[in-house]
């Protein structure tokens, strides 16, 4: 039993390893022209995903930043309980 402990360890590393060079580093992108950006190849359904949540991201951060404008924290509040 103590000597398979270590074998799933070292084999979870491992897998660990590899799962993190494959989709950070070998993952599939697109160089961009001259300002260095990349960009990310993905499924069209992935895409939408991540489109979405931009959106909520940047419709939850323009309603901070009126609140902040406004001084009124109970616009912020609503924004943080949705």
Do not use: C, H, W
């Not at 001259?34 to 931009?54: L, Q």
Request: hydrophobic share 45%; glycine share 6%.
């Amino acid at each position: 039993m103590k000597k398979i402990i270590p074998f799933f360890l070292l084999l979870s590393v491992f897998l660990n390893v590899g799962l993190i060079y494959k989709f950070f580093y070998a993952g599939e992108t697109v160089s961009l022209a001259k300002d260095g950006r990349s960009e990310i190849k993905m499924t069209p359904e992935n895409r939408e995903y991540v489109m979405a949540e931009m959106r909520g991201f940047l419709e939850s951060v323009q309603k901070i930043n009126e609140g902040i404008a406004k001084n009124d924290p109970k616009i912020i509040e609503k924004v943080r309980q949705e």
